[in-house]
């Protein structure tokens, strides 16, 4: 199974719902402030924190967008998810923060990116299933908490 998710944030996103009904599988698609995508099992506008978590903890592979939330907590799933940005060009958000994370935490191998969508098929493809399943401590989380926690 494939989870994605959009997170919670209003701007629309439909590129990235649009491009996963092309993905031939078992989509399961968390889409937030959108309409709900076609071609997917099972499609949730918004779901509990804990459920959501879950989700993640099943799925084979994790695609989502580039919010630090829903990076790390796939990351706490097991993952190197899939991690496509919301772009200021298309509407998406604000500006290109996202983008910038993306950059950056995919050249240390925590993401996968995808900032041309029609990538999408191939990057979930190489993501497969890779768990992370020690209990070691994360330098990804420790980082983003530090930087979180410094006055």
């Given at each position: 199974?494939?989870?994605?998710?959009?997170?919670?944030?209003?701007?629309?996103?439909?590129?990235?719902?649009?491009?996963?009904?092309?993905?031939?599988?078992?989509?399961?698609?968390?889409?937030?402030?959108?309409?709900?995508?076609?071609?997917?099992?099972?499609a949730?506008?918004?779901?509990?924190?804990?459920?959501?978590?879950?989700?993640?903890?099943?799925?084979?592979?994790?695609?989502?967008?580039?919010?630090?939330?829903?990076?790390?907590?796939?990351?706490?799933?097991?993952?190197?998810?899939?991690?496509?940005?919301?772009?200021?060009?298309?509407?998406?958000?604000?500006?290109?923060?996202?983008?910038?994370?993306?950059?950056?935490?995919?050249?240390?191998?925590?993401v996968?990116?995808?900032?041309?969508?029609?990538?999408?098929?191939?990057?979930?493809?190489?993501?497969?299933?890779?768990?992370?399943?020690t209990?070691?401590?994360?330098?990804?989380?420790?980082?983003?908490?530090?930087?979180?926690?410094?006055?």
């Open positions: 199974m494939i989870f994605a998710t959009v997170g919670t944030h209003g701007q629309p996103f439909s590129r990235f719902l649009d491009a996963l009904a092309g993905l031939n599988d078992d989509v399961v698609v968390q889409y937030g402030h959108n309409a709900p995508p076609a071609g997917v099992r099972e949730v506008a918004f779901m509990p924190f804990d459920e959501l978590n879950g989700r993640m903890r099943e799925a084979d592979v994790v695609v989502t967008h580039a919010g630090v939330g829903s990076v790390l907590c796939a990351r706490e799933a097991g993952h190197v998810p899939v991690v496509v940005p919301r772009l200021h060009r298309f509407g998406e958000h604000v500006d290109d923060h996202q983008l910038e994370l993306v950059a950056a935490l995919g050249q240390d191998g925590h996968i990116p995808v900032t041309d969508i029609s990538d999408l098929p191939a990057a979930v493809q190489k993501a497969g299933r890779r768990a992370d399943t209990n070691a401590p994360k330098p990804l989380h420790a980082a983003v908490r530090a930087a979180l926690l410094t006055p």
